[in-house]
T-cell receptor, first 116, second 114 residues
Framework: EAQVTQNPRYLITVTGKKLTVTCSQNMNHEYMSWYRQDPGLGLRQIYYSMNVEVTDKGDVPEGYKVSRKEKRNFPLILESPSPNQTSLYFC???????????????FGPGTRLTVL | AQKVTQAQTEISVVEKEDVTLDCVYETRDTTYYLFWYKQPPSGELVFLIRRNSFDEQNEISGRYSWNFQKSTSSFNFTITASQVVDSAVYFCALSEADFNKFYFGSGTKLNVKP
């Protein structure tokens, strides 16, 4: 089954304790992206990756890191989490530009993170 | 600068009513892409439609229809004869010509009551 998986789905942690949220897709997509969803703000893009070893900042990259060593994986790293990073996080992937416009993004199920 | 505005925070309708969700976008690009996503109470994000800036033709898919108007920078979404299963948060989104960045609106929560 074609899908984007995220782990963990739920995480409660404390300020300053490094954590990684994994994201994996089995559709051989080149483009992957991370978003955070907060009430009243919708989804905001954190980082995206056009391909292996190619990453760039979205709108809200502060406090986050990413890496893209393999095509299928795009982990989100919080090296020193703070309470303002408490949020619902989504990973997404999509196939390359098809000439008829950008294809849809497939979203993972979300990771609910609480930083105390 | 905000790229996508969904001014309606929450809308409540009774089943079988028609409802329109508004989306206004802002971009300087002449080529861009607009999307609608649905987020049901279970939390996943479901793709509904993509519209290219060079194609202003409106689209209908069953009870769903989309009205794209470049003159007013709007991409509105209408549900005809709403059903309880339509209850969800709906997001409008914009991707500009480089296809890298995506901008989502703040979402409109639709409550359809039986």
């Amino acid at each position: 089954e074609a899908q984007v998986t995220q782990n963990p789905r739920y995480l409660i942690t404390v300020t300053g304790k490094k954590l990684t949220v994994t994201c994996s897709q089995n559709m051989n997509h080149e483009y992957m992206s991370w978003y955070r969803q907060d009430p009243g703000l919708g989804l905001r893009q954190i980082y995206y990756s056009m391909n292996v070893e190619v990453t760039d900042k979205g709108d809200v990259p502060e406090g986050y890191k990413v890496s893209r060593k393999e095509k299928r994986n795009f982990p989100l790293i919080l090296e020193s989490p703070s309470p303002n990073q408490t949020s619902l996080y989504f990973c997404a992937s999509s196939p390359p530009f098809s000439g008829k416009g950008y294809n849809e993004q497939f979203f993972g199920p979300g990771t609910r993170l609480t930083v105390l | 600068a905000q790229k996508v505005t969904q001014a309606q925070t929450e809308i409540s309708v009774v089943e079988k009513e028609d409802v329109t969700l508004d989306c206004v976008y802002e971009t300087r690009d002449t080529t861009y892409y607009l999307f609608w996503y649905k987020q049901p109470p279970s939390g996943e994000l479901v793709f509904l439609i993509r519209r290219n800036s060079f194609d202003e033709q409106n689209e209908i898919s069953g009870r769903y229809s989309w009205n794209f108007q470049k003159s007013t920078s709007s991409f509105n979404f209408t549900i005809t004869a709403s059903q309880v299963v339509d209850s969800a948060v709906y997001f409008c989104a914009l991707s500009e010509a480089d296809f890298n960045k995506f901008y989502f609106g703040s979402g409109t929560k639709l409550n359809v009551k039986p």
